[in-house]
């Protein structure tokens, strides 16, 4: 085998040379965004590209018609590794999550490597996984892979997300989330001639709202709730009593526990508006996503990759005491195999996430670099992953006793 140093040199010169390609084609996505389980051309995409570097590429993985695993094979049989793709656009604003830089990064990461993996046993897996913002059939798709087994055998998962910052991250916390949909039935009625037939479902949907504000005060700060929702249906006319309305909440918490305990607070405020406007109401409450599993090992691998390149990531410990933030796929994902979520800051200036000023900003040429350092982080940490079987030790220990 050859000299991991020299693996590592060239590996980062394979980025190099893919970098023109990687640029047109995130360019590409962040100006033809599409929401999840819609990503037809971006997927195809993606794909098509691995497949003309020499990858075995199957489309439509798991019944996700825009999923996508491709494999690279090694020498002979080894360890696995798998860098993670997603694509998918926020409704409004486009690719103000950065997808387009996760995905390509993903992929240059996956082709710079499979330029080794002559000299290397073991397989190298890029997987497409769709849906990840949570619309349409394929949401959630990264949790739907581990729970039938797709990522068995897998020694690592790997993948980065680009923030509107400078801070490099290795240890991001992640907060559980559950969705929860609430359907109210009332009864039209004219508003002004005579409401008092009528049964206000909107009114159910406004109490619904003030009775869980109501029990903010009370939450588990310690647990880092998060609770919010929309009204996506809340009548037709103004002068027509609605007999319909539509909310729709997440929930969230650092702790997995308290998560239940959200959901029946929701849940009471949603039947105790109906009860109080006497329209019917029906809870539906989404299967939900958990918080992430640490790695240390593979945290200090990151931590010494970004090194490598004259980046400076946060110490995993101080990024894992602060509040997390957001909520991914991913978590559950970490939940059956080890894995590795980064966090790339590519702008200087501050530009908060799920923003149109962010999608802009993933293609300028703090994007492109921001791509460029994901790309060669994920490459130079799946080198050693498949190199150093200690590690791959290191890593499997932690991940059993995390589990535990």
């Not at 409004?92 to 990461?109: F, K, M, P, R, Y």
Request: aromatic share 6%; charged share 25%.
């Amino acid at each position: 085998m050859a000299d991991v140093k020299v693996l590592k040199d060239k590996v980062k010169g394979e980025v190099d040379a893919v970098m023109p390609r990687l640029v047109e084609m995130s360019d590409w996505i962040g100006k033809h965004p599409e929401l999840g389980s819609e990503e037809v051309e971006s997927s195809k995409l993606l794909a098509g590209e691995l497949g003309k570097h020499g990858f075995k590429v199957e489309m439509g993985v798991l019944g996700m018609p825009t999923a996508f695993k491709a494999v690279y094979k090694g020498k002979g049989k080894g360890p696995k590794i798998a860098f993670l793709c997603e694509y998918d656009a926020l409704p409004g604003v486009g690719h103000g999550c950065g997808h387009n830089i996760i995905g390509t990064s993903g992929l240059g990461a996956g082709i710079a490597v499979s330029k080794l993996m002559k000299e290397l046993p073991g397989e190298l897996w890029v997987v497409g996984t769709p849906a990840e913002e949570g619309h349409g059939p394929s949401s959630s798709a990264k949790k739907r892979m581990a729970e039938a087994g797709f990522f068995k055998g897998i020694d690592a998962v790997m993948m980065m997300h680009p923030m509107g910052n400078s801070k490099i991250t290795v240890a991001t916390g992640f907060l559980a989330i559950t969705g929860i949909r609430i359907e109210y039935a009332g009864k039209t009625a004219h508003a002004a001639a005579d409401p008092q037939n009528g049964l206000n479902a909107l009114n159910a949907a406004v109490l619904c709202f003030i009775a869980i504000h109501a029990n903010r005060q009370q939450l588990r700060r310690d647990a880092n709730p998060v609770v919010h929702g929309i009204i996506t249906e809340g009548g037709l006319a103004s002068n027509i009593i609605p007999d319909r309305a539509v909310l729709q909440f997440g929930v969230r918490s650092s702790d997995d526990t308290y998560v239940p305990t959200l959901v029946q607070m929701v849940e009471n405020s949603a039947k105790g508006a109906a009860i109080a406007t006497g329209c019917e109401v029906k809870v539906t409450v989404s299967p939900g996503l958990k918080s992430n599993v640490r790695n240390p090992p593979l945290e200090k691998l990151f931590v010494k990759a970004y090194k490598e390149l004259g980046v400076e990531a946060e110490d995993p410990d101080y990024t894992a005491a602060q509040p997390p933030g957001g909520s991914t796929d991913f978590t559950d994902l970490s939940h059956f195999v080890p894995g590795m979520h980064t966090m790339v800051g590519f702008t200087k200036a501050d530009i908060t996430g799920h923003s149109r000023e962010l999608c802009a900003a993933t293609m300028t040429e703090e994007g492109h670099r921001g791509m460029e350092i994901g790309a060669k982080v994920l490459a130079l940490a799946g080198v050693e992953v498949l190199t150093d079987a200690k590690l791959r030790a290191e890593i499997k220990d932690a991940f059993d006793k995390a589990k535990k």
